[in-house]
């Protein structure tokens, strides 16, 4: 599904992904983690389509990505950008509606009745009783659930995820993995997650792609990621790794310094 081989992307001079090789299989979720500044946004929009690399090569299912027209790339690749969406004049529905673009003629029609499509993202995500509400009325948590459930509405096989927690309480956090983690499972689609948060990382993600100052420094399962050295070489920090008590997933506990004064001392 998506290939990498030797990929190199530079900006204005300087190198934000320096040679990075893997394979990612189709059906499979991979979450892509790393520290700011790591190249992971640059990464997915180079899978996207939006950004062609300076060198090396980025394919999807064998073309290389930036080949594609764009309406042609919308009808089977999905993208859920930082943040949600803007605020704009449109209600929900309408907004969800325009997921459909790709499969739109000039005239802005369809064959096909879309109504029960759009019904069925609205109930998946909570916002059924949002649906005439205007954009511009909802919180940055209820935007990013309307920009999924706006993608949902586009049936794609490949969707990427750029942080998409953003602006979300745990509880909706969680909620919406579970959305896309049960969508990726029924429809066996191949969803690429940028995430901040290892622990939601580990609980979702197939196999995990870390970078580092633009390198790809590890890439696998999350038992052999989520390890103390490993985060202690990428994130510069000490971490305590223990077994989810109930999935057993590795997760991760900081470890604040002792010269932070927040550890406890027992005498």
């Known amino acids: 599904m998506i290939e990498a081989r030797e990929l190199t992307r530079t900006i204005d001079g300087n190198l934000i992904l320096d040679a990075l090789t893997f394979t990612m299989e189709h059906g499979g979720m991979y979450g892509i983690i790393g520290p700011n500044g790591a190249g992971k946004s640059t990464l997915l929009r180079l899978m996207s389509g939006v950004d062609a690399p300076t060198s090396g090569e980025l394919t999807l299912e064998g073309k290389a990505a930036s080949a594609y027209g764009r309406k042609e790339l919308a009808r089977w690749v999905a993208v859920l950008q930082q943040g949600g969406l803007d605020p704009a004049n449109f209600t929900v529905q309408e907004v969800l509606s325009l997921g459909r673009y790709p499969f739109q003629n000039w005239l802005g029609e369809e064959k096909r009745d879309t109504g029960p499509l759009i019904d069925r993202a609205l109930e998946q995500m909570g916002l059924l009783h949002l649906a005439e509400r205007k954009i511009d009325r909802l919180s940055g948590g209820e935007r990013q659930r309307v920009a999924l459930a706006k ?12 942080e998409p927690t953003t602006f979300l309480d745990i509880g909706y956090q969680v909620g919406l993995l579970d959305t896309v983690k049960r969508w990726q499972q029924e429809e066996r689609l191949t969803v690429v997650a940028v995430l901040h948060d290892l622990n939601l990382a580990a609980h979702y993600c197939d196999k995990l792609l870390v970078l580092h100052e633009g390198r790809l420094v590890a890439f696998g399962a999350p038992a052999e990621i989520i390890e103390t050295e490993l985060i202690d070489r990428v994130y510069g920090t000490r971490a305590v790794v223990v077994p989810h008590p109930v999935t057993g997933v590795p997760q991760l506990l900081l470890q604040p310094s002792a010269e932070s004064g927040a550890v406890e001392t027992r005498g």
Do not use: A, K, S, Y
């Open 151 to 162: 993608v949902m509405v586009q049936e794609p096989r490949l969707l990427l995820l750029d």
